[in-house]
């Protein structure tokens, strides 16, 4: 299949010339399936494998549209962009400064965490874009900080993972608080299986474009993935040493299991003459953010994190992506390894595979339906060979005449049930969520 030039698009000369910063000349494919059906106006519900480009498919139209348009509002935003994360938000934000750059548009950042005050003043300078956390959107659409009834663009971010959050509700405060016929909504999921994702599609499209590139359980195809078994802690430590000194690594990342072992392993790494620094979520707010932001801009070589950063960070260089310990939750190996092998470039990602790792990586195999092969280092051969699938024993049969009961045994009394109480929001203080009253039309 012939992929698409990004000159074929017709998009705005002025967005083009800030595009052209990024050196991007082709479109993957969820680009060049979603961009043209978002630039006609409709609504889009699309599917796509992390690092296939979708913020892309998603910024071009809507700066677009901007460009193109005439706003609804004077004062409302007219594009909103929800994500789960504030580590995505923070990406997403940096690509969009980066378009809107030298051009009319303003855009805010709206994180939880941040100073809620501060934010309401960002909002009181009529932003046109908005990229948000829901949760913090819905705080200030309920204290009446911001009105979504000019809103022309509302883009959902990896739905799933803001469903899998708990962000449900205030995912449908903020559509009822920008339902009107006129707006456009992008819907971004990692899948479209789940039902709730489906559930929450139908409330907010209106006869949407559905677009699925690959499932959610494929594998990147610019990804190589290789497979170590290992005997214990020391010989982890000894392949990863190998790997780090042996290949050409522009920046890599590697994934822990626990907290501690992030800044443990980034002072070995360290030991070894490579730069590298722990991001976990002990770390307050600012310093973390400050690792990932040095990562990015790459200030030093090695991130080692816990799955904090296996969602969200977009960094193009990130060449190798090192398993010391598998994720438990299945799903989360394709993030982690997704954060390599981004916009065209290839990339490697190595799994250490040890005793307790071991279910963990049957897990996986069967989450991707498909089986690894294990590789093996000279010098570095091991001994652990996998975990055997234990049997169910096997009752014995036995030759003695089964007895037979006199009397049939007497049935249980049923335990009594204990009374199931359902609480009453109203009669025990609870306050649900309303929208506020909508603000006057401008004079």
Not at 117 to 123: E, R, S
Not at 147 to 169: N, P, S, V, W, Y
Not at 183 to 190: E, I
Not at 223 to 248: G, M, N, P, R, T
């Amino acid at each position: 299949m012939k992929r698409l030039l990004f000159s074929e698009f017709d998009l705005d000369s002025r967005l083009m010339k800030s595009f052209g910063h990024f050196g991007f000349e082709q479109a993957t494919e969820i680009q060049a399936r979603a961009i043209p059906e978002a630039m006609a106006g409709k609504d889009l519900l699309a599917s796509s494998k992390t690092g296939s480009g979708k913020t892309m498919a998603y910024l071009l139209p809507a700066i677009h549209r901007l460009y193109t348009q005439k706003s609804l509002s004077k004062r409302d935003p007219r594009v909103l962009i929800l994500v789960p994360t504030r580590e995505l938000a923070k990406q997403v934000f940096a690509t969009l400064r980066t378009l809107i750059a030298g051009s009319r548009f303003s855009s805010v950042l709206i994180l939880g965490g941040e100073n809620f005050n501060d934010q309401h003043k960002d909002f009181q300078k009529d932003p046109h874009f908005v990229v948000a956390t829901p949760g913090r959107m819905a705080d200030h659409l309920k204290q009446r900080h911001v009105f979504l009834e000019g809103l022309e663009l509302l883009i959902l971010d990896e739905a799933d993972r803001m469903l899998d959050l708990g962000f449900a509700q205030d995912l449908k405060a903020i559509n009822s608080a920008a339902n009107h016929r006129r707006r456009q909504t992008l819907f971004f999921s990692a899948t479209l299986d789940d039902t709730e994702v489906n559930d929450i599609a139908k409330e907010i499209l209106r006869e949407p474009v559905r677009v699925a590139v690959g499932q959610g359980t494929d594998e990147h195809q610019d990804i190589a993935q290789h497979v170590y078994l290992c005997d214990h802690l020391d010989h982890k430590q000894a392949l990863l040493q190998h790997f780090l000194e042996q290949f050409q690594i522009k920046q890599g990342i590697i994934f822990t299991a626990t907290k501690q072992d992030t800044v443990r392993i980034a002072e070995l790494v360290s030991s070894w003459g490579i730069d590298a620094q722990s991001l976990n979520g002990d770390m307050s707010q600012s310093a973390r953010s400050k690792v990932m932001e040095s990562f990015s801009r790459g200030k030093f070589k090695v991130l080692v994190s816990t799955d904090l950063a296996s969602r969200g960070l977009d960094v193009a260089s990130v060449s190798h992506v090192f398993n010391f310990d598998l994720p438990k939750p299945a799903e989360e190996f394709v993030h982690r390894t997704g954060r390599t092998g981004r916009a065209g470039f290839k990339g490697e990602a190595f799994s250490l595979v040890g005793p307790k790792d071991w279910f963990n990586f049957k897990d996986i195999e069967q989450y991707l339906n498909r089986s690894f092969s294990f590789e093996e280092v000279s010098g570095l051969e091991p001994t652990f060979k996998g975990i055997a699938q234990k049997r169910a024993p096997q009752k014995k049969q036995s030759n003695k005449p089964v007895k037979k009961h006199k009397t049939a045994p007497k049935a249980k009394k049923p335990s009594a049930r204990k009374k199931v109480v359902f609480h009453d929001n109203e009669q025990q203080g609870f306050e649900p969520f309303k929208l506020p009253t909508k603000r006057k039309s401008d004079d």
